[in-house]
């Protein structure tokens, strides 16, 4: 199993910026791709970007072009750099960890991190 915790959530004006960091702990050999989610008040949680063992980036439409997902595999942590940000990101920000097909199945996720956007 892989433990996260999520970090760098607050509340920002529109326009501003933000990197959101996950630590990863535990069996991290086994994770195979990781993915950030938001989940807004009265809405499903969704993704927002999502990379691969070997840095395959996808974005949701709505943050192309304005945030970047990126990661160190030497720390374990997983970024998400969010620029131009807008009232419509603030949302609870999640962080997932997939397994490796030879590992036991896991999907793993943080406790979430708060972002608030102020127009």
Known sequence: QVQLVESG????????????SCVASGDTIC??????????????????????SIGTTTYADSVKGRFTVSKDNAKNTLYLQMNSLKPEDTAVYYCNALSREV??????????TQVTVSS
């Not at 959530?9 to 959101?20: A, F, I, N, P």
């Not at 008040?41 to 927002?48: I, N, S």
């Not at 590992?103 to 979430?112: I, L, N």
């Open 9 to 20: 959530g607050g509340l920002v004006q529109t326009g501003g910026s933000l990197t959101l």
């Open 31 to 52: 994770i195979s791709a990781k993915g950030w989610y938001r989940q807004a008040p009265g809405k499903e949680r969704e993704l927002v970007a999502h990379i691969t």
């Open 103 to 112: 590992c036991p199945h896991f999907s793993s996720w943080g406790q979430g």
